[in-house]
């Protein structure tokens, strides 16, 4: 994605995320997040996601959106904590 797209794609994530009656999901902006190679803030809102015990995280093994954080240490731990790791 060139520089000017990610830069607009960040902006409407971040607008997204601010609504004011928190109607945007954390597991859903952490995707959005993840999708552009943001891990540091795809992994804060996954951690809201699981503060929250929202269901949709029975999703993160499985959801293309989190492709690109796979690798990162984080996601085995979060995968450990959701109860998903293969053991």
């Known amino acids: 994605m060139k520089t000017g797209a990610t830069k607009q794609v960040r902006t409407a994530i971040e607008k997204l995320a601010l609504t004011e009656k928190g109607e945007t999901s954390p597991y859903y902006i952490g995707c959005l997040y993840a ?3 943001d891990s540091e803030r795809a992994f804060e809102w996954l951690e809201k996601s699981y503060a929250m015990r929202q269901a949709d995280l029975v999703s993160i093994k499985v959801d293309p959106a989190l492709d ?20």
């Open 35 to 37: 999708q552009i190679r």
């Open 68 to 87: 690109n954080v796979r690798d990162d240490p984080r996601y085995a731990d979060l995968l450990k904590r959701v109860n998903l790791a293969d053991h």
